[in-house]
């Protein structure tokens, strides 16, 4: 069966980060094995420090760089355009959720986050969207709205939404 995959949209700076900071573990302590997927339009960002073994490998020509540890592997590789969402989500595994940070043209459930104070307004013409987490009462009354602060409600709806997932 394909690994349920849920994501958080918003607009830039809307608190998709902080949000899931907060919710991930959550989703942990309640047994659950999360990956999150990142997007970022930012170009050249820093993946591992300048002066260290990998970068200076990477810095070199490298076309793909893995750093082995203990406690966790880091894979990095070039690439000449962005690879499409299923190529990167293949490479997932053992994990019970994806968690997609971004990506609101992605085929999965959304849940939208929207901030007063930042962007009051929803995206226009989302598709998927199943809920809100918000600082606006009353953004919607189509899908569920869940405060900022409200981790464990919102945890309790992914856990339903992981109870009835049957693959898409």
Not at 39 to 56: A, E, K, L, Q, S
Not at 65 to 74: K, N, Y
């Amino acid at each position: 069966m394909p690994i349920p995959i849920l994501a958080f949209v918003g607009h830039s700076g809307s608190g998709k980060t902080t949000l899931l900071e907060s919710l991930i573990p959550r989703l942990t302590q309640r047994g659950y094995r999360v990956a999150v997927v990142k997007h970022t339009w930012h170009r050249d960002i820093v993946t591992d420090v300048p002066g260290m073994d990998t970068r200076r490998l990477w810095d070199a020509g490298a076309a793909q760089t893995l750093l082995v540890t203990p406690e966790r592997v880091a894979h990095i590789y070039r690439c000449e355009t962005e690879p499409p969402l299923e190529t990167v989500l293949a490479q997932v595994h053992d994990v019970d959720l994806i968690l997609l940070e971004g990506f609101k043209r992605a085929p999965w459930p959304k849940i939208e986050v929207v901030r007063a104070a930042h962007n009051p307004a929803p995206l226009t013409n989302l598709e998927g969207r199943i809920a809100f987490v918000t600082d606006i009462p009353a953004l919607s009354a189509d899908v569920p709205c869940f405060a900022l602060d409200a981790w464990e409600a919102l945890a309790d709806f992914i856990e339903e939404f992981l109870n009835g997932f049957n693959g898409f």
